[in-house]
C-alpha cells in the first residue's frame, strides 16, 4: 500500500536483524471470496480481539480480509475469536 505519507509491504520474508520474537505477526485469513453486499466482517473480527487487547493489522482484499495478530498474541487471539463464534479451518496445503 502506498500513500503520500507511507509505503507498508507485507511479506513473509524476514530480514535477518529483526527481532523475530516481539515482531513476527501470524495471520488470520478470513475465508472467501466475500460478497460485496456483506457488511460489519471485520468489525466483528476486530471487535473480540479488542476486547482481549490484541492489536491488529487488517489488510483487505477484492476477495477476502486478512488479520495480522502479534506472535506473541496469537493464543489471546484465538481464545478471543473461538468465544465469540467465529471457526478456523485447518491451513490448505
Known amino acids: 500500500t502506498r500513500t503520500p505519507e507511507e509505503v507498508s509491504i ?3 520474508q524476514i530480514p ?3 527481532d523475530v520474537q516481539d515482531s513476527l505477526w501470524r495471520c488470520i485469513k478470513i475465508k472467501g471470496p466475500l460478497t460485496h453486499d456483506l457488511t460489519g466482517i471485520l468489525n466483528n473480527l476486530s ?3 479488542k476486547d ?3 492489536p491488529i493489522f487488517a489488510v483487505s482484499t477484492w476477495d477476502t ?3 495480522l495478530v502479534p506472535n ?3 493464543v489471546e487471539a484465538v481464545s478471543a475469536l473461538l ?3 467465529w471457526r478456523f479451518l485447518e491451513e490448505e496445503s
Open 16 to 18: 535477518a536483524d529483526l
Open 52 to 54: 482481549a487487547e490484541v
Open 47 to 49: 471487535t473480540p480481539l
Open 83 to 85: 468465544s465469540s463464534g
Open 10 to 12: 507485507v511479506t513473509d
Open 72 to 74: 506473541n498474541k496469537v
Open 65 to 67: 480480509d486478512y488479520v
